[in-house]
């Protein structure tokens, strides 16, 4: 193990000087100095690197600074950011008292300053350990004058110490423009800049459109994003005098790497880089949904608010296929369907095009008139209007030009339905009035067009699977399932890209030969949602087989398309799931198998759990977060997992945690998100008081689990089914009792006092009670439990009191509605509760 990795690293630091540049060895250009291609320089305590980079699989070269010591490489400045090179044959000098960008032919391509200033004087430029890149006069080395910093000029990072805002002496912004894509480090269409009027950070569309507002800056926080100033990480502030107004922040540990981003998704994202990672970790995002990213998905196009992808209105396509499957849907869609004003009569229904969606808000006028076939006609006889809605109670909405910010809704709230004119907008004003019959024939021809191609596209899938099923023979099948997910799952890993991918099917014959026809002796045990079993498929492989017992609501399509996206979360601390089966009454899914089984068995168990000693614990603790939190925030698909609990957590062969059953509330729920639910799905002892009592789900439910489960992990104790004599306290309430006496160091596991780190413990504990707090604002998520983790746990904030503290015997002196559901329940077994309302 150790050889090997020794050995990976050796590659990978070969690889990466042979790709990257040479080191000027300083962190200054001077006078007549250059930085050429190949060359570069870095910052005094060796964070930054500035010098010549190709972003993505771009062929162009940018002058840029990165982060010197983390891989892969994230640029947070570029230079000539609109103004490529295309060779690398070029030099970043010092000359006539300015920086400047010479091509091979010394063209200036970009300079700092946009005139030369004194050629006489002497001035260098200076990498600081920040990432601030700043040009001063040094002629009188005692006090150097600044003529020009990168802070002042940021291009879509946001770095602690810079500024956005702007200057009230130059009228200059400071602002974040997105990249255009990730190979393509020109403006984008999305902006994040500094409202001086309300002291707020406005998000905007091709620098104009705004969709996005953080809410006023009060001295704490932002009024409608608080987790942005998380006032125990970072140190916002507002700075307004006589010369600029601008945002700053710091961070009070200044070991975190953190950076803000404006992506090219239209979001704003806050990253870090913890100890350990192997990646960024994001800790927020706005706006939430990047279904609420202005025009996302281009023109006439719908954005899915339950997997947040972009489909054309139908009648339409996607004007570039290419940039559409790298998920750039900004060109929109397009229609060849051309329509003429008043050509066919306006009640034809098959002239609009009905969406029931989420209407966007600008670009419309509202006239009044008396009914709908009234507001049909106005937008008909109106050559620029494009859609129209009718609300009803008289108000006719039109828009005109191309329609933005359409919006798939999973529930019926502010839904309506949307009339959309057939034919583009250009199509529109192209068509002549004479042309009534091309255009009646054309439309024909483009159904006549739809209809040879979908039967065609029939016939040719319908070819496809027959020959996909005579291949799958029994035999054999397996081991071409075996290297497609393993193959998979490296592409996953090495590009984490967002295409589909196929999870490998099972026969079910195959299923049970493996599992010996599902016999007990195979039974590894009872899920919440079915037996589990080991199997051992062709070439001794260990599989786990997880049978839904058809609990699922859900038809074979459903299943499918929820497998589909289970098996695309990939993570070291999360059970990959490898195949799927379905037939009449079984729902099957296979997952990796583990041979250490379940956490539970280890630390409620006398002997079992001396195996894992302080360290072993807390690295589980943090594995766990670490899974929980690529649910949450770093898939795309937001998992809330609602059982999370220790007989869920696996161990395999290293003691390594592994979150397993994720994704399983999907589909035995179907689609809903964050929302109430008719069902409850969980574990008495970690379920949230707002989940187990009104149904009411979200990621801190989880969080609530996870305090749960870091408290049993800690104390070798079970949260239910565990009693203190004169008063029945639950685990919480115990924990609870002992943090206010200010004794909560006997609530670690005596066994475990030995290999114990005192202050690791306490930290958990209090980490934990924060986690298990009632109110659910109040408790962290588990981008900040990461790294309150790895902090000193000095200055964590106090925890209010749990959910569930006290249940005395027989009068409960609380009146709160937390207690009455929990007076029963002792054991282990997941529950599915109706709920009664
Ligand atoms: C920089 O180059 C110019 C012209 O090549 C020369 O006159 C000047 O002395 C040089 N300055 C320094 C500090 O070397
Ligand atoms: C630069 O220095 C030269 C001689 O040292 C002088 O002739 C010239 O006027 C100076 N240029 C400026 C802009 O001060
Ligand atoms: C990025 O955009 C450029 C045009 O601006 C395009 O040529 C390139 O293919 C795009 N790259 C990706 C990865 O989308
Ligand atoms: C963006 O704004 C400019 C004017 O500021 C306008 O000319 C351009 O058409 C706009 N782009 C889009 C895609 O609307
Ligand atoms: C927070 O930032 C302000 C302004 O940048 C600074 O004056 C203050 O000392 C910082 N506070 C801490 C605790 O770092
Ligand atoms: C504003 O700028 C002036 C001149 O540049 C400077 O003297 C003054 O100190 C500045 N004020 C503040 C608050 O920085
Ligand atoms: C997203 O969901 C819609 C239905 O809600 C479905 O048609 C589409 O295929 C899904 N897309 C992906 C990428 O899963
Ligand atoms: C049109 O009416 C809707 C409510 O029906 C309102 O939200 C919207 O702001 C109005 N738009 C304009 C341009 O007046
Ligand atoms: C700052 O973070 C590092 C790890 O990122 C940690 O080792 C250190 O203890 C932290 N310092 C404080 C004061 O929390």
Known sequence: MKNSSSILILVHFLCFSLITNLSLGGDTISVNESVSSGQTIISSGGNFELGFFRPGDSRSYYIGIWYKKLYPQAVVWVANRDKPLDSADANLIISQGNLVLLD??????????????????????????????????????????????????????FLPGAKIGYD??????????????????????????????????????????????????????????????????????????ENESYFTYSLYNSTITSRLIMDVSGQIKQLSWLDGSIDWNLFWTQPRESCQVYAICGAFGVCDEANATCNCLSGFKQRSDAEWNSNDYSSGCVTDEKVQCDAITE?????????????????????????????????????????????????????????????????????????????????????????????????????????IGSISYIYYKRRIAKR??????????????????????????????????????FHLETILEATDNFSNANKLGQGGFGPVYKGIFPGEKEIAVKT????????????????????????????????????????????????????????????????????????????IARGLSYLHHDSRLRIIHRDLKTSNILLDEEMNPKISDFGLARIVEGK??????????????????????????????????????????????????????????????????????????????????????????????????????????????????????????TNLPTPNRPAFVIRTHASSTSSSSSDKKYIVSNNQVTITVEEGR
Not at 132 to 157: E, R, Y
Not at 196 to 208: D, S
Not at 225 to 234: A, F, T, W
Not at 578 to 602: R, V
Request: charged letters at 20%.
């Open 104 to 157: 091979r032919l010394q063209n200036s391509i970009w300079s700092a300053l946009t005139e030369n200033i004194n050629p006489n004087i002497s001035v260098a430029a200076v990498l600081r350990d920040d990432g601030n890149f700043i040009l001063s006069d040094v002629s009188k080395a005692s006090m150097p004058l600044l003529l020009w910093q990168s802070f002042d000029h940021p291009t879509h990072t």
């Open 468 to 505: 996909a099923d005579r291949s799958k023979g029994i035999q054999g099948a397996h081991k071409s399932h075996w290297h497609k997910a393993e193959g998979e799952a490296k592409v996953l890993m090495n590009e984490n890209s967002d295409e589909a991918i196929d999870v490998p099917y």
């Open 168 to 241: 009230k002496r130059t009228q200059r912004k400071q602002v974040l423009v997105s990249w255009k894509n990730s190979s393509d480090p020109a403006p984008g269409m999305y902006s994040l800049e500094m409202d001086p009027k309300n002291a707020q950070y406005v998000i905007k569309w091709n620098r104009t459109t705004e969709y996005w507002a953080s809410g006023s800056w009060d001295g704490q926080r932002f009024g409608l994003v608080p987790e942005m100033s998380l006032n125990y990480i970072y140190n916002y502030s507002y700075i307004d005098n």
């Open 548 to 623: 839904l017992s058809s609990q699922s609501g859900q038809g074979i399509d459903e299943f499918k398309n929820e497998v589909t996206l289970i098996a695309k979360l990939q993570h070291r601390n999360l059970v990959r799931l490898l195949g799927y089966c379905i037939n009449a009454t079984e729902q099957i899914l296979l997952y990796e198998y583990m041979p250490n089984k379940s956490l539970d068995t280890f630390i409620f168990d006398g002997t079992l759990c001396q195996l894992l000693d302080w360290k072993k614990r807390y690295d589980i603790i943090l594995g």
């Open 347 to 451: 009640d034809k229904d098959s002239l609009w095009i009905t969406s029931i969606v989420r209407v966007p808000a600008s670009h419309n006028t509202n006239i009044t008139v008396g009914t709908a076939s009234q507001c049909r006609s106005a937008c008909f006889n109106d050559c620029s209007c494009t859609a129209y809605t009718y609300d009803g109670s008289g108000t006719c909405s039109i828009w005109t030009g191309d329609l933005f910010n359409l919006e798939q809704l999973s529930t019926t709230e502010s839904k309506r339905t949307i009339f959309v004119k057939r034919g583009s907008p250009e199509a529109q004003t192209k068509a002549k009035k004479s042309m009534k019959l091309k255009a009646i024939l054309s439309s024909i021809s483009v159904l006549m067009f739809l209809l």
């Open 672 to 793: 809903v998100t964050e929302a109430n639910t008719k069902k409850v799905v969980g574990t008495y002892g970690y379920m949230s008081p707002e989940y187990a009592l009104d149904g009411l789900f979200s990621i801190k439910s989880d969080v609530f689990s996870f305090g749960v489960v870091v408290l049993e992990i800690i104390s070798g104790r079970r949260n239910t089914g565990f009693y203190q004599s004169e008063e029945a306290l639950n685990l919480l309430g115990y924990a609870w009792k002992l943090w206010t006496e200010k004794t909560e160091i006997q609530l670690i596991e005596k066994s475990l006092l030995e290999s114990c780190n005192k202050s690791e413990a306490l930290k958990c504990i209090n980490i934990a009670l924060l986690c298990v707090q009632e109110d659910p604002n109040h408790r962290p998520n588990m981008s900040d439990v990461i790294l309150m983790l790895g902090g000193e746990g």
